[in-house]
């Protein structure tokens, strides 16, 4: 300890008395029922998202309770405190669009009150990098702690988890293999403990990142949300929050660029999310470093998938945590990451990973030298239809349409899509490429809808996979051959917005581009009059709209990023 501030005297509220203000304060918190000796312990602030919106967080209030015996066990005063919570299908338009305000709210929330270090309690898809790019910012000591997914659900003898089942499912109920009441019986099957999507979404996909970066506590990323090593978890998190305090261990320091391309190669290895890309970038960002889509690529070819979950494969995060979770995954993974890194307890990865080893469940986590790709999950594409880049979750595609050329069909916007995708007159065939515009961060605060549906006619006669084509994002439990994250986006006048109905469009995995086939002449004369569509007029979407970035920039605002060094 230093002979700074601490505790409940750290940051206090300026009356122009110091002396009355420590007085004040600590008034008001004897009216909390703190005892006089507490007030002078370290404080761990508890950052909490429970939210009736939320159900992915529905039991915070244990995981809150079980941080704080952990705090008050290494001798610290625990203080829960609520920030935004983010219920990624509660939200409207999109809950993206709120990550960035939630990220401000943590980090304003962990700098304007009394603190020596913070836990951070989310799980659902923005909720782990909002308080991630927030706590970076803040520079506090800080750890993360994720709620863990659900356990899978039954139906007819088949497991269910959302949410990709609940995506395989809609799929045969709209080519009418699937009738309406299995449909409905389908529904109360698929989520039926608390905790974030049962498969390798993006919620578990940021869990694991985070175990990778050294944000979380080693072997905590998987653990099922209603199994009680969860809460024992928990209370570890907050003994080993109360121990920052003493370390001074602060995010800057666990997240540097060796640690985030660790990361990196975890996505890869679990065929994780396509959102994590986005998120991962804005977290470096925030500490002044770039992901570069080359470096990217060159991560994603020399990293194989050796992770055997839904949507890229056949197993569930209960599967996951069983079969010996990051830990045994990072193993496996050893001779490709940087060993010198540090995670939040100050310890290296290498001192982690000469610990002895657990047993492994081979039929779920692979060894590197057997791999189900020998290659990564997600790939940047880049070219004239997406100078700045795309991306493109091969392990979740179909091989054969890799090398594809195609007819576009294009839909303006959300709207143009929801009003069109089905009528039996949409002129489509199987080997077109559907183009979505005006998806992007600018225009819609990017929403994942870069999971277009196949046409009803095209699904009903049997055709289960299409080349997609948007500047959108995707459901990290979504599956098929899917461009997203078109940069620049559409409504910033990106090439993408001069795509029209019949222009030819080519996909090369293999060369990791998506072109345009159209002559550039032609492209400048349709640009020509583009006109952005009209801004908010106030309020937050203003600012969203005013600040935000591209998805290579991780989506995040101009003015939260820290200088690129």
Not at 98 to 127: F, H, W
Not at 200 to 222: D, F, K, N, Q, V
Not at 230 to 239: D, I, N, P, Q, V
Not at 403 to 431: H, Q
Request: aromatic share 4%; hydrophobic share 45%; net charge neutral.
């Amino acid at each position: 300890m230093t002979d700074e501030p601490h505790g409940l005297d750290r940051g206090l509220t300026n009356y122009g008395d110091r002396d009355f203000a420590r007085f004040l304060r600590r008034s008001f918190a004897r009216s909390m029922g703190i005892s006089r000796e507490l007030l002078d312990k370290p404080v761990v602030g508890v950052a909490m998202t429970p939210s009736g919106f939320n159900n992915c967080h529905r039991y915070m209030p244990e995981l809150v309770e079980a941080v704080s015996r952990g705090v008050f066990a290494e001798g610290c005063l625990p203080r829960p405190f609520p920030t935004i919570s983010l219920g990624e299908v509660f939200l409207n338009p999109t809950s993206m669009m709120y990550r960035n305000l939630m990220s401000m709210d943590t980090e304003e929330m962990i700098l304007a009150q009394p603190m020596d270090a913070v836990v951070l309690i989310g799980g659902c898809d923005k909720t782990v990098p909002a308080q991630l790019m927030g706590a970076a910012s803040a520079g506090v000591p800080a750890i993360q702690l994720v709620t863990g997914p659900m356990s899978t659900g039954r139906h007819k003898g088949q497991r269910l988890g959302a949410c990709t089942d609940c995506r395989g499912f809609w799929a045969k109920y709209r080519a009418g293999s699937v009738e309406s009441d299995e449909i409905e019986t389908v529904e109360g099957r698929l989520s039926v403990t608390a905790g974030t999507c049962a498969v390798m979404g993006t919620a578990s996909t940021m869990a694991c990142i985070t175990e990778a970066l050294g944000m979380a506590l080693p072997g905590t990323a998987a653990i099922p949300a209603v199994h009680a090593d969860r809460l024992a978890a928990a209370e570890e998190t907050g003994k080993a929050a109360a121990r920052l305090i003493r370390s001074r261990i602060t995010p800057g320091q666990v997240i540097t660029e060796k640690s985030v391309e660790n990361a990196i190669r975890v996505l890869m290895a679990i065929g994780g999310s396509t959102n994590a890309i986005v998120h991962l970038t804005a977290i470096a960002g925030r500490l002044g470093m770039k992901i570069t889509l080359s470096r990217f690529n060159e991560l994603s070819d020399e990293t194989p998938v050796l992770v055997d979950l839904k949507p890229v494969g056949n197993g569930y995060m209960e599967d996951f945590h069983a079969a010996g979770g990051v830990g045994a995954l990072l193993r496996e993974l050893r001779p490709l990451l940087h060993l010198d890194t540090i995670d939040v307890e100050g310890r290296s990865l290498r001192e982690r990973l000469d610990e002895p080893a657990a047993w492994v469940d081979r039929a779920v986590i692979r060894p590197l030298a057997d791999p189900i790709s020998r290659v990564g999950g997600l790939v940047a594409l880049a070219g004239s239809l997406a100078p700045d880049g795309a991306i493109f979750k091969r392990a979740a595609a179909t091989p054969a349409l890799f090398e594809s050329e195609g007819r576009a069909v294009v839909f303006t916007g959300l709207e143009d899509l929801s009003t069109r995708i089905d009528d039996p007159d949409l002129n489509v065939g199987p080997g077109d490429i559907l183009v979505l515009q005006n998806a992007g961060p600018c225009a819609a605060g990017m929403p994942e809808a870069g999971y277009l549906p196949i046409p009803k006619k095209l699904a009903e006669a049997g055709v289960k996979d299409m080349v997609r084509v948007s500047d959108a994002r995707m459901s990290g439990t979504a599956f098929g051959s899917i461009v997203l994250h078109v940069a620049p986006e559409a409504a910033v006048g990106g090439p993408l917005a001069a795509v029209r109905n019949g222009d030819r469009i080519r996909l090369s995995i293999a060369n990791k581009r998506i072109d345009l086939l159209v002559e550039e002449a032609e492209l400048k004369r349709r640009l020509a009059d583009f006109e952005p569509p009209l801004a908010p007029a106030r309020g937050y979407k203003a600012l969203y709209r005013r600040t935000v970035l591209q998805a290579p920039e991780g989506c995040d605002f101009d003015f939260l990023r820290a200088k690129i060094g």
